[in-house]
T-cell receptor, first 115, second 113 residues
């Protein structure tokens, strides 16, 4: 079956511009996660959605970062006024239910380069 | 708070020899522990997980890991390395029942023919 998909696969943007990254989770998965993988920070949790509950935003590094999940399916991660330190691979994952008892399935990521 | 330390950033083994990737964890709570693998240009894949059941956990592709509370370790092993095992491996911890994962810095495994 189809896995988690992310678009675009690569994004190059100028410092100060806004970017939107998209994640399509596996159909039927109620939980969706965003992570960031960068050379300096490794792989870090950003935000988590579960059904219609309020998202867990505890990992967002600044108020320039926001995310939405519409209709309990597709999610968009938005970075406003991008900075060079935002350059990283942004990974999305989905799982069938809440808590880490359920395996998280990862997408291939979006590589963001801020010039 | 939860964290993991992967003791080796790079491990190199010959094909057919054993693999040992080391991981120590720190957790204020009862932890769940995982190993993920990331092949070049591919997404992360779960190898195995420990969630307070059997301490010796068997995963895919012949990998296994043992949870040792007294040593706060969760080392990943495989009896015989295959060329296809070459990848980046991440040790991951979470609080049991929680929702987000905390990743180690990764260990790059090279398999020499």
């Amino acid at each position: 079956g189809a896995g988690v998909s992310q678009s675009p696969s690569n994004k190059v943007t100028e410092k100060g511009k806004d970017v939107e990254l998209r994640c399509d989770p596996i159909s039927g998965h109620t939980a969706l996660y965003w992570y960031r993988q960068s050379l300096g920070q490794g792989l870090e949790f950003l935000i988590y959605f579960q059904g219609n509950s309020a998202p867990d935003k505890s990992g967002l590094p600044s108020d320039r970062f926001s995310a939405e999940r519409t209709g309990g399916s597709v999610s968009t991660l938005t970075i406003q006024r991008t900075q060079q330190e935002d350059s990283a691979v942004y990974l999305c994952a989905s799982s069938p239910g809440i808590t880490v008892y359920y395996e998280q399935y990862f997408g291939p990521g979006t590589r963001l380069t801020v010039t | 708070a939860q964290s993991v330390t992967q003791l080796d950033s790079h491990v190199s083994v010959s094909e057919g020899t054993p693999v040992l990737l080391r991981c120590n964890y720190s957790s204020s709570y009862s932890p769940s522990l995982f190993w993920y693998v990331q092949h070049p240009n591919k997404g992360l894949q779960l190898l195995l997980k420990y969630t307070s059941a059997a301490t010796l956990v068997k995963g895919i592709n012949g990998f296994e890991a043992e949870f040792k509370k007294s040593e706060t370790s969760f080392h990943l092993t495989k009896p015989s390395a295959h060329m296809s095992d070459a990848a980046e491996y991440f040790c991951v911890v979470s609080r049991t029942g929680a929702n987000n994962l905390f990743f180690g810095t990764g260990t790059r495994l090279t398999v020499i023919p």
